[in-house]
């Protein structure tokens, strides 16, 4: 089993910072991918940022220049350091790890980004 356990959320006004962190642990070779989604209700969940095995690092448009994705191989934790927030950043933020070699997908419980303006 892996299980991931993400940290960070919270509220924070406009232009203020956060830094979600989550950690995998249990029995796993490596991840093709680790990264963070996010869904606002009634949308489908979106990429925000994902770091390959190669150390290819992915953001969406919206976050480019303020979000920087970091992971800790030794502990199994990526980092998501959120800049300049915005309102509309506001929604649940999910780990997600893809598990090499097996491509299969791990999701964390999510956790509440607010940003109030």
């Known amino acids: 089993q892996v299980q991931l356990v993400e940290s960070g959320g919270g509220l924070v006004q406009s232009g203020g910072s956060l830094r979600l962190s989550c950690a995998a642990s249990g029995s796993f070779f490596s991840f093709n991918y680790m990264g963070w989604y996010r869904q606002v209700a009634g949308k489908e969940r979106e990429l925000v940022a994902q770091?390959?095995?190669?150390?290819?690092?992915t953001y969406a448009n919206s976050v480019k220049g303020r979000f920087t994705l970091s992971r800790d191989s030794a502990k199994n934790t990526v980092y998501l350091q959120m800049n300049s927030l915005k309102p509309e950043d506001t929604t649940v933020y999910y780990c997600?790890?893809?598990?090499?070699?097996?491509?299969?997908?791990?999701w964390g419980q999510g956790t509440q980004v607010t940003v109030s303006s």
């Open positions: 997600n790890v893809v598990l090499y070699p097996t491509g299969r997908n791990i």
């Open positions: 770091i390959s095995i190669g150390d290819s690092t």
